[in-house]
């Protein structure tokens, strides 16, 4: 008897519980149907805008302090010094000391250390340090350039472009949890970037389908007890 009435118990609390989230589910639901339904890349307008040719930055003669189709180029202060930083059209990038118009060295293990030390708190535990070209990068990182992987004692991996002399990414243990539950969230392990694709679709679909008929039976429960006098 004790265990019916627990049980009886259990079931009001779960009728309560539905009537607080059952609408926010439902609205959860919904919306992410509706966001999910077509490519962020659609719903940005990318397929509006008519693909221009990409051209070569054109420069008076002398002024670029290299040699070779350029596709950006821009100047600003880094560690203390004026440098120019080249975009070559194959995706590669130069860096130019704008004092004496040298070309500056990527980076080497050292210099990528010191930037860690420098620019991150608690940078200077350093655990390993190790270079990956653009072809062969890390999957936390996901950008095709070469980095210098900085892995510090408490897990944190902290990439530093080779060629940039910039820190380019940072990621933690809990970025790390993070990208698993993201990829999870969106049904999307492999890329944990496709956010439309037709099984994240259908299961949205069929979790709003369930969300509205269980917020219907909501109020059939209650209509049936309000006639039995329970």
Known sequence: MAKQSMMQRFAKWHIWLGWL??????????????????????????????????????????????????????????????????????????????????????????????????????????????????????????KPMPVWQVVLEDGAHVYIGRDTGEIEAVRTRWWRAFDVMWGLHIMDLQTREDTSHPILILFAFLGSIGALIGCVLMFRRRKARAATGA
Do not use: C
């Not at 509706?34 to 490519?39: D, E, I, L, R, Y």
């Not at 990318?46 to 100047?75: C, D, F, Y």
């Open 21 to 142: 989230v059952g609408a926010p589910i439902l609205m959860w639901l919904v919306t992410g149907l509706f966001m999910v339904a077509k490519p962020i890349e659609e719903v940005r307008g990318n397929h509006l805008r008519v693909e221009a040719k990409e051209q070569a930055l054109s420069l008076p003669g002398g002024a670029a302090p290299t040699t070779g189709p350029i596709r950006e180029m821009r100047a600003f202060m880094q560690h203390g010094r004026a440098i120019s930083r080249v975009e070559m059209m194959d995706g590669s990038v130069r860096r130019y000391d704008l004092a004496t118009g040298e070309r500056i060295a990527p980076l080497d293990a050292l210099a990528a250390r010191s930037i860690a030390e420098t620019e991150i708190k608690g940078g200077d535990r350093v655990a390993s340090v190790t270079l990956f070209e653009a072809d062969e990068v890390p999957f936390d990182f996901r």
